[in-house]
């Protein structure tokens, strides 16, 4: 991102400013009509992506180009002619009446001016895939089959994607990004600016950093407290990372590894409720899904997620005798209680949401609370400079969302209205023969492979496109559809060959990119996992009885724990090769075991779950009490 000088550094904070300030304005005293609140938010933004990210590398750092400045101003003027034309565009007739000459060379110029911010902002190949798109409007009607489609003139692309409002630029993703998620994203910005993100490192530390292998557990925490504000993986990578991975590798981690741990717990936070990096915002507007029952459904994912690496990092720091940190390098608890104030808003957050609030309500509360608590400390009171930087920060952060949102908006109109969506759908019906399984693995690839170098929230957009339409044609639940491509969406940050996360992770580690992308893809296995008993056993999305809930959880717990000893080669002691095998045979045979509903609703094998787990829990008390006697005699 440039860094400007002059009367243009003022000019860009102004508008930056200004439009979180009018998200925040609508989010407390009501949206405006679709065009008009989806054009003002473009209409500040798009330019944005011009003025503050260079076109190559040899642009100018400091100011924008001449090309630049042009292609601002003329993204100026799509949104003002629909927010001008609102009335008379909502009694037209879509995809009936005529589209006329200005309408498709505005359509058109808004089309090139968004993949072109999103070459800029995001990465290359999201445009590039963008771009695919649109070449396969023009090349359908000579394919045959399941992906053929009518010939469509330039002035219908351009209505599909320009002057309708429930897909395209200005379609519904859009909406929930100029709506719902903008303002979540000003409230993480408060939140980043009042060292609430230094609050979660502190509390990790003190929570973990004397325990063994403490640093790698800290990255852990931090990184899932902090991660589903951000929003963005690699952005979390970077936050919580240049604290955590040094300190892992001078307590002993190898570099790889460090960097690894940081890359899948800062992925994991996008899966972590309450906010689940706006992804569910998004989810319940596709879905129609209440947010609640969305956040109710990923919770207990997300705890196995990083369960499951916690495990894998105390292995690892017991087998290779890797010490946690000095007392003098642990945040006291009286200073962490001191400072949990900062909590607070979180907190509210999540109580509102809870209540039955809207998000948009909840979220104002959150952002008033964290404005009202920073008076309570010198070093964090919002003064007038520090608001107008954290407004600033807020539109920053806005401007990938707006314009990728709107690149997965195209997509999105492009597969619906060719009818694509329905045809990859058939084709993964036909190669996996109608099996379920097969298909869902097909569909894996697929979303995985969408989501390579993408963020989370298009990632996941253009994913369920393509594969929540053959995830529902096979009878899968919406919600349970739209939450198994979401994960694979989310861990394609971490998927080689494009991780992008884990590159971050091995840029500040000073690590191989690759060799840490598939370190931290093995320490995220559990998440590959997670997806498919959601489809198999709806009670890992806690929609089931008592009693079959608490059942499939001690299942995968144990799944969790056999399969981290598996990889790690570690139980209380260093395991041969032969007791790691079976460690592996186990951990599948539960995991296979956990999504087979006639097994796992049997109630004798109910009772003889709970009973293990009775039994375990009294071993390890008596092992406990019998050890502390043990130390005790010793000693006198």
């Given at each position: 991102m440039r860094e400007l000088k002059g009367w243009m550094k003022w000019l860009v904070s102004i508008c930056l400013v200004a439009v979180a300030l009018f998200h925040l304005y609508t989010a407390i005293f009501g949206v405006f009509q679709p065009r008009v609140q989806r054009g003002i938010h473009l209409l500040i933004l798009l330019p944005m992506a011009?003025?503050?990210?260079?076109?190559?590398?040899?642009?100018?750092?400091?100011?924008?180009?001449?090309?630049?400045?042009?292609?601002?101003?003329l993204a100026i003027a799509p949104p003002i002619y629909l927010?001008?034309?609102?009335?008379?565009?909502?009694?037209?007739?879509?995809?009936?009446?005529?589209?006329?000459?200005?309408?498709?060379?505005?359509?058109?110029?808004?089309?090139?001016?968004?993949?072109?911010?999103?070459?800029?902002?995001?990465?290359?190949?999201?445009a590039i895939l963008i771009g695919i798109f649109f070449v396969y409007i023009f090349?359908?009607?000579?394919?045959?089959?399941?992906?053929?489609?009518?010939?469509?003139?330039?002035?219908?692309?351009?209505?599909?994607?320009?002057?309708?409002?429930?897909?395209?630029?200005?379609?519904?993703?859009?909406?929930?990004?100029?709506?719902?998620?903008?303002?979540?994203?000003?409230?993480?910005?408060?939140?980043q600016n009042t060292k609430t993100g230094e609050y979660f490192t502190n509390l990790a530390v003190s929570l973990a950093g004397k325990s063994v292998g403490g640093p790698a557990k800290i990255a852990v925490i931090s990184s899932g407290l902090f991660g589903s504000i951000s929003g963005v993986a690699a952005a979390n990578v970077y936050a919580t990372g240049v604290f955590t991975i040094p300190l892992m590798k001078r307590l002993g981690y190898r570099a790889q590894f460090a960097g690894a741990v940081e890359s899948a717990a800062s992925t994991g936070g996008l899966l972590m409720p309450p906010i689940m990096g706006a992804g569910a915002f998004v989810m319940s507007e596709i879905t129609g899904v209440a947010y609640v029952h969305i956040i109710k459904a990923?919770?207990?994912?997300?705890?196995?997620?990083?369960?499951?690496?916690?495990?894998?990092?105390?292995?690892?720091?017991?087998?290779?005798?890797?010490?946690?940190?000095?007392?003098?390098?642990?945040?006291?608890?009286?200073?962490?209680?001191?400072?949990?104030?900062?909590?607070?808003?979180?907190?509210?957050?999540?109580?509102?949401?809870?209540?039955?609030?809207?998000?948009?309500?909840?979220?104002?509360?959150?952002?008033?609370?964290?404005?009202?608590?920073?008076?309570?400390?010198?070093?964090?009171?919002?003064?007038?400079?520090?608001?107008?930087?954290?407004?600033?920060?807020?539109?920053?952060?806005?401007?990938?969302?707006?314009?990728?949102?709107?690149?997965?908006?195209?997509?999105?109109?492009?597969?619906?209205?060719?009818?694509?969506?329905?045809?990859?759908?058939?084709?993964?019906?036909?190669?996996?023969?109608?099996?379920?399984?097969?298909?869902?693995?097909?569909?894996?690839?697929?979303?995985?492979?969408?989501?390579?170098?993408?963020?989370?929230?298009?990632?996941?957009?253009?994913?369920?496109?393509?594969?929540?339409?053959?995830?529902?044609?096979m009878g899968i639940n919406v919600l349970t559809a739209h939450l198994f491509v979401f994960y694979f969406a989310i861990l394609a940050e971490i998927t080689p060959p494009v991780s992008i996360a884990s590159y971050c992770g091995a840029a500040i580690a000073g690590s191989d990119p690759l060799k840490t992308g598939f370190e931290a893809m093995k320490l995220a296995t559990v998440g590959f996992i997670i997806p498919y008993i959601f489809v198999f056993n709806p009670a890992l999305m806690l929609n089931g009885s008592f009693l079959e809930i608490v059942t499939l959880v001690i299942v995968v717990l144990y799944a969790v724990i056999t399969l981290a000893s598996a990889f790690r080669g570690y139980l209380h002691r260093v395991l041969t090769k032969v007791e790691r095998s079976i460690m592996g045979v186990i951990s599948a045979a539960l995991i296979i075991g956990s999504c087979n509903l006639t097994i796992m609703h049997n109630m004798a094998v109910q009772i003889a779950i709970l009973a293990s787990a009775v039994l375990i829990v009294v071993l390890y008390v008596l092992a406990r009490v019998k050890k502390s006697s043990g130390g005790t005699a010793a000693t006198a």
């Amino acid at each position: 991102m440039r860094e400007l000088k002059g009367w243009m550094k003022w000019l860009v904070s102004i508008c930056l400013v200004a439009v979180a300030l009018f998200h925040l304005y609508t989010a407390i005293f009501g949206v405006f009509q679709p065009r008009v609140q989806r054009g003002i938010h473009l209409l500040i933004l798009l330019p944005m992506a011009f003025l503050l990210y260079p076109a190559t590398k040899k642009s100018p750092k400091d100011r924008p180009s001449v090309l630049d400045v042009i292609m601002a101003l003329l993204a100026i003027a799509p949104p003002i002619y629909l927010m001008l034309m609102n009335d008379t565009l909502n009694m037209r007739m879509e995809l009936f009446d005529p589209v006329s000459t200005v309408e498709t060379i505005l359509g058109w110029i808004n089309i090139v001016l968004i993949i072109e911010a999103v070459r800029r902002t995001v990465v290359p190949a999201m445009a590039i895939l963008i771009g695919i798109f649109f070449v396969y409007i023009f090349i359908a009607p000579f394919l045959g089959g399941i992906f053929y489609s009518k010939p469509m003139d330039l002035s219908r692309i351009a209505e599909i994607n320009y002057l309708i409002t429930s897909d395209g630029i200005y379609g519904s993703i859009v909406g929930v990004t100029a709506t719902f998620v903008a303002v979540f994203v000003i409230f993480g910005a408060f939140m980043q600016n009042t060292k609430t993100g230094e609050y979660f490192t502190n509390l990790a530390v003190s929570l973990a950093g004397k325990s063994v292998g403490g640093p790698a557990k800290i990255a852990v925490i931090s990184s899932g407290l902090f991660g589903s504000i951000s929003g963005v993986a690699a952005a979390n990578v970077y936050a919580t990372g240049v604290f955590t991975i040094p300190l892992m590798k001078r307590l002993g981690y190898r570099a790889q590894f460090a960097g690894a741990v940081e890359s899948a717990a800062s992925t994991g936070g996008l899966l972590m409720p309450p906010i689940m990096g706006a992804g569910a915002f998004v989810m319940s507007e596709i879905t129609g899904v209440a947010y609640v029952h969305i956040i109710k459904a990923a919770v207990l994912g997300a705890i196995f997620y990083y369960l499951s690496i916690l495990m894998r990092v105390h292995f690892v720091a017991k087998k290779e005798g890797l010490r946690g940190m000095d007392d003098s390098e642990v945040i006291s608890t009286k200073q962490i209680l001191k400072d949990s104030y900062q909590l607070i808003p979180l907190i509210l957050l999540v109580i509102f949401l809870v209540i039955g609030f809207s998000p948009f309500i909840a979220a104002v509360y959150g952002i008033l609370a964290t404005f009202l608590l920073t008076f309570l400390s010198k070093e964090t009171m919002m003064t007038p400079a520090k608001l107008w930087d954290t407004f600033e920060l807020s539109g920053k952060n806005l401007i990938m969302l707006a314009v990728s949102c709107a690149g997965a908006g195209m997509v999105i109109s492009i597969v619906t209205n060719t009818g694509l969506a329905l045809g990859i759908a058939s084709v993964i019906q036909s190669w996996s023969g109608g099996v379920l399984l097969p298909a869902l693995m097909l569909i894996m690839v697929t979303s995985i492979l969408m989501g390579m170098g993408m963020p989370c929230t298009p990632a996941y957009i253009v994913a369920v496109t393509i594969g929540g339409p053959a995830l529902q044609a096979m009878g899968i639940n919406v919600l349970t559809a739209h939450l198994f491509v979401f994960y694979f969406a989310i861990l394609a940050e971490i998927t080689p060959p494009v991780s992008i996360a884990s590159y971050c992770g091995a840029a500040i580690a000073g690590s191989d990119p690759l060799k840490t992308g598939f370190e931290a893809m093995k320490l995220a296995t559990v998440g590959f996992i997670i997806p498919y008993i959601f489809v198999f056993n709806p009670a890992l999305m806690l929609n089931g009885s008592f009693l079959e809930i608490v059942t499939l959880v001690i299942v995968v717990l144990y799944a969790v724990i056999t399969l981290a000893s598996a990889f790690r080669g570690y139980l209380h002691r260093v395991l041969t090769k032969v007791e790691r095998s079976i460690m592996g045979v186990i951990s599948a045979a539960l995991i296979i075991g956990s999504c087979n509903l006639t097994i796992m609703h049997n109630m004798a094998v109910q009772i003889a779950i709970l009973a293990s787990a009775v039994l375990i829990v009294v071993l390890y008390v008596l092992a406990r009490v019998k050890k502390s006697s043990g130390g005790t005699a010793a000693t006198a």
